[in-house]
């Protein structure tokens, strides 16, 4: 499936969704009012892309389904719609929400290439305040994206490839400013998201991207998982494996879910 939208060419009636998010960062909502792509709708990833569970959920656990499903006919989403989804962090929050379309079971949903940055530099225009859509009739099925719990991301671990989204540093254990505990999943290999990016924030082309995870160990029948802090970041690699040519699933739990259990190893280093 396509994974990416160009600002040059975004899909003829493409429904467009706003998710500017930033960790520890100023709301998005405020962002979007002072300036979004015409027609687009709002989406508030802490509360609508994300669950409010037990802390051995992770952060960011999956929203239900009922959830989710309510959360996109809030946006006007109706079933068969194509959705093109953005930001401006270099595509991270955007690609939370095109997996979990994707996992919900909406089938063309894109990533804008570049985010908002490209769309301006494109000439295209923005549009100021709300938009409220007519609330939308879209019938979420689940189990569109495959999904790893702990003990499957440590089974790919041991027997496919784990990849980890976050920063070097924070993979290695030499910094930690979020999680209480420094470190990663043994086995798991380090696979930053800002990799998969061109200087202009674009993602790289897919023979680029090809080259950049099959160094990492993927090849055609390797099981592949992507985890990162709390399930955000990661679907940006599962993101651009998707464009390389390869499936991956997700631990949406994550870092922030495997250490809630002290019996799970942690390891430092590369």
Do not use: K
């Amino acid at each position: 499936m396509t994974v990416l939208a160009s600002a040059d060419a975004l899909p003829a009636g493409a429904r467009l969704l706003d998710v500017r998010w930033e960790l520890g960062g100023p709301p998005g909502r405020d962002a979007y009012l002072a300036g979004h792509l015409p027609g687009a709708v709002f989406v508030d990833l802490d509360v609508e892309l994300a669950g409010h569970g037990a802390p051995e959920e992770g952060r960011h656990p999956m929203p239900g389904l009922r959830e989710l499903q309510g959360a996109a006919r809030r946006w006007g989403l109706h079933d068969g719609d194509r959705v093109v989804v953005y930001d401006d962090s270099g595509g991270t929050a955007a690609a939370r929400a095109w997996w979990l379309l994707r996992w919900g079971g909406v089938r063309d949903v894109r990533i804008l290439d570049g985010g908002l940055a490209a769309w301006v530099r494109a000439g295209g225009e923005l549009e100021t305040g709300d938009v409220v859509p007519r609330l939308g009739d879209i019938e979420l099925t689940g189990g569109g994206m495959p999904v790893l719990d702990a003990d499957g991301a440590a089974r790919t671990a041991a027997n496919g490839v784990l990849l980890d989204a976050r920063a070097a540093e924070r993979f290695r254990g030499e910094a930690e400013p979020i999680d209480p505990v420094a470190g990663h999943i043994p086995g798991a290999r380090s696979a930053p998201a800002t990799g998969n990016l061109a200087e202009d924030g674009t993602f790289l082309a897919p023979a680029a991207l090809r080259e950049r995870y099959e160094a990492l160990g993927i090849a055609a029948g390797v099981a592949v998982g992507a985890y990162c802090g709390s399930g955000i970041t990661a679907a940006h690699d599962v993101a651009a494996l998707e464009i390389a040519g390869h499936d991956a699933a997700l631990y949406p739990g994550s870092w922030s879910a495997w250490i809630t259990d002290p019996d799970r190893p942690v390891a430092t280093g590369d």
